[in-house]
């Protein structure tokens, strides 16, 4: 199939102010200038007269799936509280993709999302990166293991202090941490040796150490949730102890230290802005504070943190970004192709590149203005709004 006549921004690239995009089994195959478009026989097209054509955006950081609309216990499967570190678990056998709020993300133009559990334990589990749009959960994703989930900062302490249980101090979050990575870590080398000493044996299966093998090899990210400047840093010397491939997620005292943060090589995931100061460590939200990270040269993708902000609304977030000062550009490419690039996902999703997956949007306006919405969404081909 084909969209012609369309203003192509790719993210990567350069924008072709009238052109064409061909694509074929749920991928795109083909991009150029219409003058140098040629049918093929029989094939279907779309004209979208001038309309702007988009990469599908993505959502970098939410709960879709594992907080239900509308339920209250009976749809909440973002948070184990019976143990702090709870590795093991698994996004992919949680997410219900019959919620509504899948099918609202898509009408909004989010077409990729990484979902997975809360930040009530210091290790939450694993996450995954789907499209928006299916019936079941093994038909939409990208992978089911996209990272691990990691807290630090008040929601553990909260969620414990409750239960009269560890950890009830921002000590005892980092140390239930490094415990279980060290475990991990013997784990593996246990198994490597193992591997090569016949006269060895395996150590007994741990499902804890076994979760955490990708991460401590660096073939999948580590999501490290905080907030406060403090908790970043823990953050940043965790991920140095143990040779992470680390993701600040939220980052909103981050504009305070983005020059120190620049000087790591941080990768943040900001968000969620459209929100009030509803517990002590958001006091310094700034919604112009990833105009300020993007000044000290940070990469960063926005996220809307869902159901915390309804998902639909992530380009109406970028629009605020871009209100606080963010360049329109940056603010694309935050949940685009940083966003991609930050998840590791990139082979796939985030830009219009042939070979990449066809997910895209179609837009009559500026996409990040409160009154847009896309005239039609295309996930793998298929267009779905």
Request: aromatic share 8%; with cysteine.
């Amino acid at each position: 199939m084909l969209i012609i006549n369309a203003h192509i921004i790719p993210v990567e690239g350069s924008e072709l102010e009238n052109g064409f995009l061909r694509f074929a089994d749920g991928k795109i195959t083909e991009m150029g200038s219409m003058d140098g478009l040629s049918f093929l026989e029989g094939e279907e097209f779309y004209n979208a007269e001038g309309r702007s054509l988009y990469p599908g955006f993505i959502d970098a950081h939410c709960h879709l799936g594992m907080w239900e609309d509308g339920l209250g216990f009976e749809g909440d499967d973002g948070n184990e509280e019976s143990d702090p570190s709870t590795p093991q678990l698994r996004a992919v056998d949680a997410v219900n993709p019959m919620d509504r709020c899948f099918g609202e993300a898509a009408r909004g133009g989010v077409t990729t999302v990484l979902t997975g559990p809360g930040s009530a334990n210091p290790i939450g589990g694993q996450w995954v990166a789907m499209k928006t749009s299916g019936r079941r959960i093994d038909d939409m994703l990208l992978t089911d293991n996209a990272g691990m989930k990691f807290a630090l900062g008040e929601n553990p302490k909260t969620v414990y202090h409750d239960k009269n249980l560890a950890p009830n101090t921002r000590m005892a979050t980092a140390a239930i941490i490094r415990e279980q990575l060290k475990k991990a870590q013997r784990y593996m080398k246990d198994l490597e040796d193992a591997a090569v000493d016949e006269e060895l044996d395996e150590p007994e299966y741990d499902s804890k150490c076994e979760a955490l093998l990708p991460v401590l090899r660096r073939e999948k990210k580590a999501f490290i949730h905080c907030h406060r400047a403090d908790d970043i840093f823990t953050a940043i010397r965790i991920g140095r102890e143990f040779n992470l491939d680390y993701v600040i997620v939220h980052c909103t005292e981050g504009w305070m230290v983005a020059d120190m943060l620049q000087e790591e090589g941080v990768q943040a995931i900001c968000g969620p802005i459209l929100c009030d100061r509803s517990k002590p460590e958001l006091r310094n939200l700034n919604v112009g504070g990833m105009a300020e990270m993007h000044r000290k040269g940070m990469e960063m993708a926005l996220c809307t943190d869902h159901p915390v902000i309804p998902i639909q609304y992530l380009p109406l977030c970028a629009g605020i970004a871009v209100g606080a000062g963010l360049p329109w550009e940056e603010a694309l490419k935050s949940i685009t192709i940083n966003a991609a690039r930050i998840a590791g996902i990139d082979s796939r999703v985030g830009s219009l590149v042939p070979g990449k997956d066809a997910d895209f949007s179609l837009y009559s306006a500026d996409p990040f203005l409160p009154y847009s919405k896309p005239d039609k969404v295309f996930i793998l081909g298929k267009e779905v709004f």
